[in-house]
Structure formats: structure tokens, C-alpha cells
């Protein structure tokens, strides 16, 4: 039983249906569904519509999905909702427009086409029940007559203050005076509502074609953008299912989306840690150290390998050999930090997460993003949409793997994720917080699997994050603690906000309970019947 005298919210249980996402809103538009007869996809899309709405710091209809759907005594599958570069997308292009090192996130070419849309209508003509005008009236009416900015909202809000003032639609839409609003606050965005409206009468052709993709479309000429409306209709069928990747762990089945996500990176880290004890005996220091070394080792091969899965250099069954990981895990020391290198033997943020199960056993793992902070910052006043910068993660590296070029898919950060065992479903769970979600995934898991904490107090447990020199720490983690892992070698910094955040659905099959968590790290909570 968790103790009393400590802070933090206790699991939600439930016998029926649960949804935990990371708004309030958002979870009691899902419910409500749910509370309709609306199934997990159903109440995923009225979710994830809802917070497209109220939490645009993280998402929105202008960003990228994606999706893993394990239907009850069915299979897992994986949905692929990540949007393509133009044709006419090169490195050479690129660096004749003036870039040279990366793609800053306000320029247009940091804007793929979004494949948010996509994934949503191909996901609800194939497995949803209800109808989308149903599904997106929670979204439309906060949209249309505003919704009350929360907390954690207000603070994401007020980081990005001055992308927001650079961009002069997006000032408009999401500044006041100068100013993000304040916790507390009402704010609206008519212009989304119209063409949430528009997609939920006449499905992904009201975004990808007419009106809205030729504003979107003159919007992003008007930048310098590369984007075309034949780049924009193919965006309407850019969703596509694909083979989710898997891995074991310590006897449960690991469900990912392939790349061009990072899921496979969230495997790597699992089956290197698979090789120590990471009970509840062992101490903190350790367990952070060691969640640190195959962290480091897999985010390397993760910036030098993955990208579109049409241009690995290795496909994703060899990154998770046997072999491969038995090298990497020698690479671990229990006694000293190590420089990441790349395996060699044999031939990088802001984002919502929900998921679902209903009263069927059906299981939704959803993920939606704009990448960073507002995305580009680049914001369309006719159609209400906010442009991601997924783009950015692409390299102007001419043969890398994630090197940009025509109709190509960018490493993506967001990962949903899926735990099985004995071919059943177990948890659908995600993390959110960009670069961070595949080792948030890792840690998760290993401290419900490793050290048997129940969802909610795997999600509340401190947070630590290796990455690009740095082990990024939360203040829960004590001065002792820090103290062990700077005397291994260690360059800990505390951590400038929150590290991520989580939601997860745990199915108690024997006695027919759900348990689900949502992160206090946001405004969100679980909910079910």
C-alpha cells in the first residue's frame, strides 16, 4: 500500500473502461464516450481532439500520430501518422536556402506535411463506431467558445513567449498583451472550430484539400516553405499500418511502432538492463547509473541509425540480435560512467500521450505531437491550425540514414508503447517529453516489472535523464544520491522542469479491475467506470 504520509495520488481502479491522458478535459471527453458505448478508438480520438483544443502547447491537428491498437483476442497493431517532407525537400536545397548545421525550429522547412489527420480518420474508418461529428464536439466547443487554461499548461505556455511573438498569427492566437494567459484564463480559437468542423463532415480531404491546405499551403510559400498542394493531397493517405517491432522483458512482450520512431531505442535500453538486477534491493545510485550507461549506448546508435525505415543501414532485428545486445551490454560499467560508441561488431519533446481500454478489452496506445514547444511556432489565423517542427530532427547530412530529402518521414521521438504477456494484453502506457520518452519507457516499465510498484507509483517515481553529456535529474532524488553518481563520473545537473510525463492502463485479468495512472507532473488524471 502506498504510505499515507507521503504525497501522490493512489491508482484509479475501475471495472469496466479507464482512460488516463494528460488534461482533464481530455479524459472526461474520452469518458464520456466510453460512458456512450464508444470504444477504445472512439474515446482515444474525441481525447486526443479535445486536447489538440486546450493544450496546444503540445499538441494539435497540425502535428503527427502514432499508434498502437491491440483489439481484444486480436493482435497488435501499429499505425504509422507521421507526415512526409515536400518532393522537392534536399539537403541541397536546404543549404542553398541558407541552413547548414540543423533546421531551426521556426523555419519552414522544419514543417512536414502533418500526418495527425490522417492517422485519426484512417484509425476511426477502421475500428471506430461512433460518428466523428460525435467525437469531436467536446474539441469544437471549447475551440468555439474557449476552455480554461491549467496550470502546467500556463507554465509550458509562458516558456514560449518569445517563439510565439515572432510569428505574427501565432502572437494573435496565443498571446495576450504581450503575454501568455494565466492559469485560470479563457481562451478560444474560432477558426479551429470551423475546420475541426469541416474534418468532421468531409474527413482528412477538409485538411489535406480546398480551403484549409491552400491556406496552409500559402502560409508556408509565404515562409520560404517548399510545401506544395500535391505534397498536401498525398498527406491525406500518409498514414499507413506497419509491423510493430518487439521486444522480451524479463518474460512480457514489449510493443513498438518500427522507425522512424524511437521505439526501438526503448527496446535497446530494456534488453541491455535485462542483463543486471534491478530489484528493489539494489540502491539508487546504481539503478540510475545503469538506466544512465544503456541509455547513453542506445540514444548513439539511435543519432547515427534510425531514421525512415526505407533507409536504415540496419534493419531493426539486427539492433535487437542477441549478439548486438550482449556487446553493448559489456559496455556497461558497474563502477564508472562510459563514452557512448557505436556498436560495430557485426556489419533527439512536447507532446501529449493518452490511452484507453473499454468494457471489450480493447486497448488504445495513442501518442500525438508537435515536437517542440508550439511546434514552429508558425500559426495559420484562417484555418486555427499551429504547424509542428517535426522537420527538425531531420540531418543536413547528405547519406545519413535521417538525411532530409523528397517524401521522406524524420526520426520521430514519440513512441506509443504496448506490454503483452502470454499473448494477451497487459498495459497499454506511454511517456511523454520528447527525446526522453524511449528511456522514460525503460524506466517505467523496470519499475513496475523490476521493483513492483503499481502504475501510479511508477509514474510519480524520481526521474533522471542521460543525454548529450548531461544526467539531468530531479530534485526527488536525494544530495547522497547525486553525490555517488558525480563520484562514478557523472556530469549531474538538476533538471530545469519536470522530466516527461506519463499515463499507463494496468489490466488485472483475475480479478477484473483496470488500474491506470496519470503523471502529477501534468494537469491530467485517469478516469473510468
Same mark, same amino acid.
Given at each position: /500500500?502506498?504510505?499515507?504520509?507521503?504525497?501522490?495520488?493512489?491508482?484509479?481502479?475501475?471495472?469496466?473502461?479507464? &482512460?488516463?491522458?494528460?488534461?482533464?478535459?481530455?479524459?472526461?471527453?474520452?469518458?464520456?464516450?466510453?460512458?456512450?458505448?464508444?470504444?477504445?478508438?472512439?474515446?482515444?480520438?474525441?481525447?486526443?481532439?479535445?486536447?489538440?483544443?486546450?493544450?496546444? *502547447? /503540445?499538441?494539435?491537428?497540425?502535428?503527427?500520430?502514432?499508434?498502437?491498437?491491440?483489439?481484444?483476442?486480436?493482435?497488435?497493431?501499429?499505425?504509422?501518422?507521421?507526415?512526409?517532407?515536400?518532393?522537392?525537400?534536399?539537403?541541397?536545397?536546404?543549404?542553398?536556402?541558407?541552413?547548414?548545421?540543423?533546421?531551426?525550429?521556426?523555419?519552414?522547412?522544419?514543417?512536414?506535411?502533418?500526418?495527425?489527420?490522417? *492517422?485519426?480518420?484512417?484509425?476511426?474508418?477502421?475500428?471506430?463506431? +461512433?460518428?466523428?461529428?460525435?467525437?469531436?464536439?467536446?474539441?469544437?466547443? !471549447?475551440?468555439?467558445?474557449?476552455?480554461?487554461?491549467?496550470?502546467?499548461?500556463?507554465?509550458?505556455?509562458?516558456?514560449?513567449?518569445?517563439?510565439?511573438?515572432?510569428?505574427?498569427?501565432?502572437?494573435?492566437?496565443?498571446?495576450?498583451?504581450?503575454?501568455?494567459?494565466?492559469?485560470?484564463?479563457?481562451?478560444?480559437?474560432?477558426?479551429?472550430? *470551423?475546420?475541426?468542423?469541416?474534418?468532421?463532415?468531409?474527413?482528412?480531404?477538409?485538411? !489535406?484539400?480546398?480551403?484549409?491546405?491552400?491556406?496552409?499551403?500559402?502560409? +508556408?510559400?509565404?515562409?520560404?516553405?517548399?510545401?506544395?498542394?500535391?505534397?498536401?493531397?498525398?498527406?491525406?493517405?500518409?498514414?499507413?499500418?506497419?509491423?510493430?517491432?518487439?521486444?522480451?522483458?524479463?518474460?512480457?512482450?514489449?510493443?513498438?511502432?518500427?522507425?522512424?520512431?524511437?521505439?526501438?531505442?526503448?527496446?535497446? &535500453?530494456?534488453? &541491455?538492463?535485462?542483463?543486471?538486477?534491478?530489484?528493489?534491493?539494489?540502491?539508487?545510485?546504481?539503478?540510475?547509473?545503469?538506466?544512465?550507461?544503456?541509455?547513453?549506448?542506445?540514444?548513439?546508435?539511435?543519432d547515427h541509425l534510425i531514421g525512415d525505415i526505407d533507409h536504415l543501414p540496419h534493419p531493426t532485428a539486427t539492433l535487437l540480435a542477441a549478439d548486438t545486445i550482449a556487446s553493448l551490454r559489456r559496455r556497461v560499467s558497474r563502477e564508472t560512467a562510459q563514452e557512448a560508441t557505436l556498436w560495430t561488431e557485426p556489419e533527439h519533446q512536447d507532446t501529449v500521450y493518452l490511452c484507453v481500454v473499454d468494457r471489450d478489452g480493447n486497448a488504445v496506445s495513442f501518442i500525438n505531437s508537435v515536437f517542440k514547444s508550439f511546434g514552429s511556432a508558425r500559426h495559420d489565423p484562417k484555418t486555427g491550425v499551429l504547424l509542428h517542427n517535426r522537420g527538425s530532427s531531420f540531418r543536413l547530412i547528405?547519406?545519413?540514414?535521417?538525411?532530409?530529402?523528397?517524401?521522406?518521414?524524420? /526520426?520521430?521521438?514519440?513512441?506509443?508503447?504496448?506490454?503483452?504477456?502470454?499473448?494477451?494484453?497487459?498495459?497499454?502506457?506511454?511517456?511523454?517529453?520528447?527525446?526522453?520518452?524511449?528511456?522514460?519507457?525503460?524506466?517505467?516499465?523496470?519499475?513496475? &516489472?523490476?521493483?513492483?510498484?503499481?502504475?501510479?507509483?511508477?509514474?510519480?517515481?524520481?526521474?533522471?535523464?542521460?543525454?548529450?553529456?548531461?544526467?539531468?535529474?530531479?530534485?526527488?532524488?536525494?544530495?547522497?544520491?547525486?553525490?555517488?553518481?558525480?563520484?562514478?563520473?557523472?556530469?549531474?545537473?538538476?533538471?530545469?522542469?519536470?522530466i516527461g510525463g506519463a499515463q499507463a492502463i494496468w489490466i488485472d485479468r483475475e480479478a477484473g479491475v483496470l488500474h491506470a495512472g496519470s503523471d502529477p507532473r501534468k494537469d491530467g488524471l485517469a478516469l473510468g467506470f
Amino acid at each position: /500500500m502506498r504510505d499515507l504520509f507521503r504525497p501522490g495520488r493512489s491508482p484509479m481502479l475501475a471495472p469496466n473502461a479507464a &482512460i488516463a491522458t494528460s488534461h482533464p478535459l481530455s479524459t472526461a471527453a474520452g469518458l464520456a464516450v466510453l460512458r456512450e458505448g464508444g470504444n477504445a478508438v472512439d474515446a482515444a480520438i474525441a481525447a486526443v481532439a479535445t486536447q489538440c483544443v486546450v493544450e496546444p *502547447a /503540445m499538441t494539435g491537428i497540425g502535428g503527427d500520430c502514432f499508434v498502437l491498437y491491440a483489439p481484444a483476442g486480436g493482435e497488435v497493431i501499429a499505425l504509422n501518422g507521421s507526415g512526409r517532407a515536400p518532393k522537392a525537400a534536399t539537403v541541397e536545397a536546404l543549404k542553398s536556402a541558407g541552413l547548414t548545421d540543423e533546421i531551426p525550429q521556426m523555419s519552414p522547412h522544419s514543417v512536414t506535411v502533418p500526418g495527425a489527420i490522417s *492517422a485519426w480518420t484512417k484509425l476511426h474508418a477502421d475500428h471506430g463506431s +461512433l460518428p466523428l461529428d460525435r467525437l469531436f464536439r467536446d474539441a469544437i466547443a !471549447y475551440a468555439e467558445s474557449g476552455y480554461p487554461v491549467t496550470q502546467r499548461v500556463a507554465y509550458d505556455w509562458a516558456k514560449s513567449v518569445d517563439a510565439l511573438s515572432q510569428d505574427e498569427g501565432a502572437a494573435a492566437a496565443y498571446l495576450f498583451a504581450g503575454a501568455a494567459p494565466r492559469a485560470g484564463a479563457k481562451v478560444a480559437n474560432p477558426a479551429l472550430a *470551423a475546420t475541426l468542423k469541416a474534418i468532421a463532415k468531409d474527413g482528412a480531404s477538409a485538411f !489535406y484539400a480546398g480551403a484549409v491546405a491552400e491556406s496552409l499551403v500559402a502560409r +508556408l510559400k509565404a515562409l520560404g516553405g517548399l510545401h506544395t498542394l500535391d505534397d498536401f493531397a498525398a498527406g491525406e493517405t500518409v498514414a499507413d499500418y506497419v509491423t510493430p517491432i518487439h521486444a522480451n522483458y524479463r518474460g512480457y512482450d514489449v510493443y513498438e511502432c518500427p522507425p522512424n520512431g524511437q521505439g526501438v531505442v526503448a527496446l535497446m &535500453i530494456l534488453n &541491455i538492463l535485462e542483463g543486471f538486477d534491478l530489484g528493489p534491493d539494489i540502491s539508487e545510485a546504481e539503478r540510475v547509473h545503469l538506466h544512465a550507461e544503456a541509455t547513453k549506448l542506445a540514444y548513439h546508435h539511435r543519432d547515427h541509425l534510425i531514421g525512415d525505415i526505407d533507409h536504415l543501414p540496419h534493419p531493426t532485428a539486427t539492433l535487437l540480435a542477441a549478439d548486438t545486445i550482449a556487446s553493448l551490454r559489456r559496455r556497461v560499467s558497474r563502477e564508472t560512467a562510459q563514452e557512448a560508441t557505436l556498436w560495430t561488431e557485426p556489419e533527439h519533446q512536447d507532446t501529449v500521450y493518452l490511452c484507453v481500454v473499454d468494457r471489450d478489452g480493447n486497448a488504445v496506445s495513442f501518442i500525438n505531437s508537435v515536437f517542440k514547444s508550439f511546434g514552429s511556432a508558425r500559426h495559420d489565423p484562417k484555418t486555427g491550425v499551429l504547424l509542428h517542427n517535426r522537420g527538425s530532427s531531420f540531418r543536413l547530412i547528405e547519406g545519413h540514414p535521417n538525411a532530409i530529402g523528397p517524401n521522406k518521414r524524420p /526520426m520521430h521521438t514519440i513512441i506509443p508503447g504496448m506490454l503483452r504477456k502470454d499473448g494477451e494484453t497487459v498495459a497499454p502506457f506511454g511517456v511523454m517529453g520528447g527525446h526522453y520518452q524511449a528511456a522514460g519507457q525503460a524506466a517505467l516499465l523496470s519499475g513496475i &516489472i523490476d521493483r513492483g510498484l503499481d502504475v501510479q507509483a511508477a509514474i510519480d517515481a524520481p526521474r533522471s535523464f542521460s543525454f548529450d553529456g548531461v544526467l539531468e535529474v530531479e530534485p526527488t532524488i536525494d544530495r547522497e544520491t547525486v553525490g555517488e553518481l558525480e563520484a562514478l563520473g557523472h556530469a549531474v545537473e538538476p533538471a530545469a522542469g519536470p522530466i516527461g510525463g506519463a499515463q499507463a492502463i494496468w489490466i488485472d485479468r483475475e480479478a477484473g479491475v483496470l488500474h491506470a495512472g496519470s503523471d502529477p507532473r501534468k494537469d491530467g488524471l485517469a478516469l473510468g467506470f
